[in-house]
Structures are given as structure tokens and as C-alpha cells.
């Protein structure tokens, strides 16, 4: 069984020692490499592209709950590039979304300075 299932983000080397990150998009039955759709990587040729590479020079990225808002524009450049409208769209609402952060803000009373001063 590979350590791998389809959609995990991974980083790897590849059998010419070129360094990629990318996801998971097929498994290859029979084989211990992995159809993975490259990111990024030193190669810059390789980017965009799917390449074949061995499982046990990859290593899984871990995930976060939460996206910067960066990070969400990064994933909405990759949806277009792989021309994914469900998941462009998806992204796209979460731009809408308020972050943790600004959540936080949001729900804490505001603290006004020139009242503070004025009980001094």
C-alpha cells in the first residue's frame, strides 16, 4: 500500500535530483510512482506539468485549516491553471470570508483612546 492517496500535497525529488512540490492527481497501479501534478520546482519546465515520480522520494506537505489570504489567491492561481471552476469558485467566496483574525476583531469590543484619556 502507497503512503499516498489522491490530493495530498507533496514535496519529492525527482530520479534526475530536481526538487517539486505538487499534489497527488492518479496513482500508478503495479508501480511505486505516483502521477503528480507540479507546482513548483527548480525546474521551472516542470511546472504546471504532471510528471511520474517514485513514492518514496516524496515526502506529504502538511495542510492548514486556515489560508492566509495569499495563500488563497496562490491556490486560485492554480485552479486556473488547471481550469478548475468548482474549486476557483470556492476559493473565490473565501476571499469574502473574514479570518480568524479579523473575526477575532470583529467580535472584541472597540476600545476608544480619547475615552481612555479623558477618565485619567
Known amino acids: 500500500m502507497k503512503p499516498f492517496q489522491v490530493g495530498d500535497w507533496v514535496?519529492?525529488?525527482?530520479?534526475?535530483?530536481?526538487?517539486?512540490?505538487?499534489?497527488?492527481?492518479?496513482?500508478?497501479?503495479?508501480?511505486?510512482?505516483?502521477?503528480v501534478?507540479?507546482?513548483?520546482?527548480?525546474?521551472?519546465?516542470?511546472?504546471?506539468?504532471?510528471?511520474?515520480?517514485n513514492s518514496i522520494k516524496m515526502r506529504r506537505l502538511e495542510t492548514s485549516a486556515t489560508y492566509s489570504k495569499d495563500s488563497i489567491l496562490a491556490l486560485i492561481d492554480i485552479a486556473l491553471l488547471i481550469k478548475d471552476k468548482e474549486w476557483f469558485m470556492e476559493?473565490?467566496?473565501?476571499?469574502?470570508?473574514?479570518?480568524?483574525?479579523?473575526?477575532q476583531m470583529i467580535n472584541k469590543p472597540a476600545n476608544n483612546r480619547i475615552e481612555k484619556r479623558q477618565n485619567i
Open 37 to 53: 501534478r507540479v507546482i513548483k520546482s527548480d525546474n521551472e519546465e516542470m511546472e504546471g506539468k504532471v510528471i511520474s515520480a
Open 91 to 103: 476559493l473565490t467566496s473565501l476571499l469574502t470570508k473574514p479570518t480568524k483574525l479579523e473575526a
Open 11 to 35: 514535496r519529492g525529488k525527482t530520479n534526475y535530483g530536481e526538487l517539486f512540490h505538487g499534489y497527488i492527481q492518479s496513482d500508478e497501479p503495479f508501480s511505486q510512482n505516483m502521477k
